[in-house]
């Protein structure tokens, strides 16, 4: 049976890859997790659409990732396929009317600076996310009082039924780290920005002053899945927890960053079980000093 899962699958993926027993810690910011049973690498929107109904009809699970971040994969790994969209996703095109489209394996990086590239403002504060446009949308990632919202146009959905939808900025109701995938789950394929017509010169400098303050701000030093807990209505997360006398606070090479408690870094070789019940150790002594429960902005994945 699994032998001929994976002569299925290696159908699918034509000209794309196909990893056994891959171990995803080699896949994520934070440099920890086990073992993907299936690491499939599509080389276009068709082979992992056909992948994808393949896991539907036979039953596999499947998780979608781009560039790792935001992920903490259990040290157990992942059974089924792990998608990463990437090379072969990942074109850009900008139109005379000032809008960015952009495949969901584009790195934010690449979409801020092409943005910048064409004297477009709108996407300055996307530069320093380590993420992929796809996990963006999803998420609707935001820094520095910019978030995808502001300016998406529009964004196309493999759901799991293998129906293609091109949602509109409304339908995808875009919240703070939210999206209509969190209710429904799906695939983001391309998404479309509107963006304003500038100064070069001027949204390069926004650009760099975002990037030198994540420098100075952030542990970028370390392994990380960016910012750990989401945003507490009417607090910081990193504040409640550094008021909390947890600045430093660790759970064998995890541990809450010294040079901003919002995040978690791994200082050697931190497993995703040290990860977790540092964080649930967080939260507990959190909200037993402030009453404030923090939530994980990182997303857990896999067997725990």
């Given at each position: ?5 994976e ?71 992942f ?5 990463c ?42 530069g ?18 910019g ?24 339908e ?5 780290r ?13 998404a ?31 392994p ?16 409640l ?52 429960h ?11």
């Amino acid at each position: 049976m699994k032998e001929k899962f994976e002569e299925q699958l290696r159908i699918c993926l034509k000209n794309g890859q196909l990893k056994l027993s891959e171990p995803m810690k080699s896949h994520t910011t934070f440099r920890i997790g086990g073992p993907a049973d299936y690491f499939a690498l599509p080389a276009d929107e068709k082979e992992l659409a056909l992948a994808v109904q393949l896991c539907q009809e036979q039953e596999i699970p499947f998780y979608v990732i781009g560039n790792g971040s935001n992920l903490l994969v259990s040290d157990k790994g992942f059974r089924g396929v792990v998608f990463c969209i990437g090379n072969g996703m990942d074109a850009i095109e900008i139109s005379e009317a000032g809008v960015l489209k952009a495949q969901a394996g584009a790195s934010l990086a690449r979409c801020a600076s092409q943005a910048a590239a064409g004297s477009l403002s709108g996407l300055e504060f996307a530069g320093g996310i380590p993420g992929t446009l796809g996990g963006a949308v999803m998420m609707n990632a935001g820094a520095y009082g910019g978030e995808m919202r502001d300016t998406i146009l529009w964004a196309r959905i493999l759901w799991e039924n293998g129906e293609i939808e091109k949602l509109s900025k409304e339908e995808l109701l875009l919240s703070y780290r939210h999206s209509i995938l969190a209710e429904r789950p799906g695939i983001v394929l391309e998404a479309a920005f509107q963006l304003e017509k500038g100064n070069r010169e001027e949204i390069l400098e926004r650009m760099n002053g975002f990037n030198q303050s994540r420098r100075e701000k952030q542990p970028l030093n370390y392994p990380s899945a960016g910012s750990t807990f989401k945003r507490p209505e009417g607090y910081f997360a990193g504040k409640l927890i550094m008021d909390a006398g947890l600045r430093g606070f660790r759970i064998g090479d995890a541990m809450v960053s010294e040079k901003h408690c919002g995040f978690v870094v791994n200082v050697g070789e931190a497993t995703a079980e040290q990860v977790k019940e540092l964080m649930e150790e967080v939260d507990r002594i959190v909200f037993e000093k402030f009453g404030v429960h923090l939530a994980p902005e990182v997303r857990l994945v896999g067997e725990w």
